[in-house]
């Protein structure tokens, strides 16, 4: 037996870790996640450069007959990139392995993960920017020369017997890509940012769960609920299961725009896809700081969240929506928060002429 043998699945609780960053889920709609994940590339919808780039990437290395570059994902929580790392796998036709960050605290955990891999096998590492020092050090000589240094004994006996590991794949996925330190980041051959998704790429997303789930859904229904799914595939899977549950238990079953609307009016979801965390954090910007700007853990602290899920969970879309601005001084609620709450804004509120997520809608 080996310690990876308990790394082998990231879906199982790891000892002492804290709560993950994406929002809570019964093991029952995890099943559900994994049912509705794409399998291919092919499946896969939006991101259309980063699909692009790693389909040259994966095809390059497969036609010359090598180990394709490590690849890094980073980006917010829910928009693909442990999907993408299970593609990976698939389309190179190899095993996959999946161990995150913070199960690697110590070198030999990591060690016995690589020493096992088989030639050709994908190595996932989930959250790799928790990963702790001395594993990450291991990390790079893996990537780059494909062997490690066993340090046996301690102090001036203390020897360090090289082994061979076999060629693989790193894939890592973090959602902090700038907690990455630099010679971490330098050896990952292929590094892709994932993008917000638009209303219509969601769109094709929630078509292609309902088909899977054999859920009703009407055009209508299905744009609506794209609208309001903070441009990520897993909230808008999640608003489909919650709006089909209202479909067939207040309505005819049917997911029409007029029970979408409803539906996500109960879950708190308002016109921009902004949920109940999301308006706190606006919320308390706007009314406690006077729109700023305030540090992210003091804003964190007013809304009753860890700093890390405002900063990884709420801000990106708040930004990208061209609500709240990160700035040297601290967070800026921009006119469109102010109005968005239903208030004035100040004279000195930034942002007029951002342009907002949705600057095409009424
Ligand atoms: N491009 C896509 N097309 C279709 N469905 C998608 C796509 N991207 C993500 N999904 C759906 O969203 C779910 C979440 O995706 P995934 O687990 O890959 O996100 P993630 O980026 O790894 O999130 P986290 O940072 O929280 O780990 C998947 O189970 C899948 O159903
Ligand atoms: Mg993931």
């Known amino acids: 037996m080996h310690e990876d043998d308990r790394a082998v699945d990231a879906s199982a609780p790891l000892p002492g870790e804290e709560v993950s960053l994406a929002p809570q889920q019964e093991t029952a709609e995890q099943d559900v996640e994994t049912t509705l994940r794409p399998r291919r590339l092919s499946e896969f919808v939006g991101q259309a450069r980063v699909r692009e780039q790693l389909e040259l990437v994966l095809h390059g290395a497969l036609n010359r007959g090598d180990q394709p570059d490590h690849v890094l994902f980073s980006g917010p929580p829910g928009l693909g990139k442990t999907s993408l790392a299970m593609i990976i796998a698939a389309e190179l036709g190899a095993s996959i392995r999946v161990t995150s960050g913070p199960a690697l605290e110590r070198p030999g955990d990591l060690a016995a993960m690589l020493s096992n891999l088989a030639e050709g096998d994908v190595l996932f590492i989930d959250e790799i ?20 240094d066993i340090v046996v004994g301690k102090g001036p006996g203390a020897t360090s017997i090289p082994l061979e590991i076999a060629p693989f794949t790193l894939v890592g996925a973090t959602t902090r890509s ?17 993008e917000f998704y638009s209303p219509a790429e969601l769109e094709l997303v929630i078509r292609r769960s309902a088909g899977i789930l054999g ?51 109960v879950y708190d979801v308002d016109e921009f896809g902004l949920d109940r965390l999301d308006r706190a954090v606006l919320g308390a910007l ?51 928060a102010w109005q ?12 007029e002429g951002l342009p907002g997520l949705f600057a095409e809608d009424p």
Do not use: K, W
């Open 340 to 351: 968005h709450l239903g208030l004035v804004p100040p004279q000195h509120a930034p942002g």
């Open 129 to 148: 920017h928790r990963i702790a020092r001395p594993a990450e050090e291991m990390l790079y000589l893996a990537m780059e020369d494909f062997r490690v």
């Open 178 to 194: 700038g907690s990455l330190t630099g010679p971490l980041r330098d050896r990952f051959g292929f590094t892709a940012h994932m």
């Open 286 to 336: 706007v009314r406690s700081f006077n729109g700023g700007p305030v540090g992210v853990s003091t804003l964190a602290v007013a809304v009753g969240e860890e700093p890390t899920t405002v900063e990884e969970v709420c801000e990106p879309y708040l930004v990208r929506a061209g609500m709240l601005a990160r700035t040297p001084r601290g967070r800026v609620a921009t006119v469109s």
């Open 215 to 265: 859920v009703d859904l009407r055009d209508d229904g299905a744009v609506e609920i794209a609208r309001r799914s903070r441009g990520t595939p897993r909230i808008a899977n999640r608003l489909l299961r919650r709006v089909r549950d209202f479909a067939e238990v207040r309505a005819d079953g049917a997911v029409t725009l007029e029970v979408a609307r409803a539906a996500l009016e």
